[in-house]
């Protein structure tokens, strides 16, 4: 879920690309004004070609977009990075689409589950996107761009790459021939898991717990993959350590309930803590229970779960658990899931 940025503009015949800057060491953001210059020429705007299919939008091609500015925004509907910056996008595609700019999002999943369609379109309505997306279950525009992040609009830097992007594009539509769009930056309105990290306060980072990227799991014994295993919590963690109870079933990508009641226990040291899960089919729910330090969350819960903890995941996406008030300290979070079946990816904090 890291992120990288590309910012096109499909102007006549050629595209004007460029970087802004990385995600990889995020940090608050800090005012900061561009001076207009020359922007690099890196070619064509790639092929649209291989999306799979189009949402609220007709199939568009580098073609019809001649003489617009164009944003593409790659993204993962379940990935936290993109889900901050994703208040800055579609208010500039609100503020500037009278002006020139066409944003498109391309949407290329990391899990299996984000290649469904009937999974995507609710994230749609969830974050209130009403601009075009390419669905690129097949990653074929990724390789077209050569891209190898997410979010693929780099929005956000540790020296205020929201306003210096804006900037980007206000000289790009003035470049096209478009004006009257003025230089003030857009005020966003950013929601649940949109809302920016505490970054202060942040010393738990991403943490996958499927066997093939996870860390620091310790519950007793060893996992086997593939197969159902009676799990013990450890009787004390440390920061970022984490363990399950029950009977889980531990693949490569994920970890899988087996029996209602199995728990997973998390030690972290953040504002938010999320998580990433779901029911195995559409259609199905399990219920939850949220615990912080042995007891319900009051108002420290997020928003996917009550005072007392209580929460359904009724499909596969990103789930809000815990935003806590200050003073944040370690905490031991735990979830019981009260029916079998749940697939729990990713957690990520905030």
């Given at each position: 879920m890291k992120s990288h940025l590309l910012l096109a503009a499909a102007m006549f015949a050629a595209s004007v690309a460029t970087s802004i800057g990385s995600l990889a060491q995020e940090r608050p953001m800090q005012t900061m004004t561009m001076r207009a210059h020359p922007l690099p020429i890196e070619g064509t705007l790639p092929s649209l070609a291989g999306a799979t299919t189009w949402l609220n939008s007709q199939p568009l091609t580098p073609e019809a977009l001649r003489g617009k500015v164009v944003v593409v925004d790659f993204w993962t509907y379940t990935c936290i990075n993109w889900q901050r910056t994703e208040p800055y996008v579609r208010a500039w595609a609100e503020k500037y689409k009278d002006q020139g700019l066409v944003v498109i999002g391309v949407h290329t999943p990391e899990f299996g589950f984000?290649?469904?369609?009937?999974?995507?379109?609710?994230?749609?309505k969830m974050f209130r996107i009403e601009y075009p997306v390419a669905v690129d279950s097949d990653y074929a525009i990724w390789e077209a761009f050569a891209n190898h992040y997410w979010p693929a609009v780099y929005v956000v830097d540790a020296n205020g790459e929201y306003e210096r992007t804006e900037a980007v594009i206000q000289q790009l539509l003035r470049e096209a021939g478009y004006s009257g769009m003025g230089n003030d930056s857009?005020?966003?309105d950013a929601r649940g898991s949109e809302v920016a990290a505490d970054w202060d306060n942040l010393r738990s980072q991403e943490n996958y717990l499927g066997r093939d990227k996870a860390e620091g799991f310790v519950s007793p014994g060893k996992p086997v993959l593939g197969k159902t295993g009676n799990y013990v919590a450890a009787r004390s963690l440390r920061l970022n350590e984490w363990a399950l109870s029950g009977d889980w079933t531990l693949n490569a990508g994920a970890v899988a309930l087996d029996k209602a009641n199995g728990r997973?226990?998390?030690r972290f040291h953040a504002r938010d803590l999320h998580l990433v899960m779901g029911p195995p089919s559409r259609g199905s729910s399990i219920r939850f229970r949220v615990l912080l330090d042995g007891r319900p969350p009051g108002n420290a819960h997020g928003t996917d779960v009550d005072e007392q903890g209580y929460g359904t995941a009724t499909e596969q996406r990103l789930y809000q658990l815990i935003r806590?008030?200050?003073p944040i300290a370690d905490?031991?979070?735990e979830i019981e899931f009260l029916d079998p079946g749940v697939e729990a990816y990713v957690?990520?904090?905030?």
């Open positions: 984000e290649k469904n369609v009937d999974n995507i379109r609710p994230a749609l857009v005020q966003v997973v226990v998390y806590q008030p200050k905490r031991v979070f957690f990520t904090f905030g």
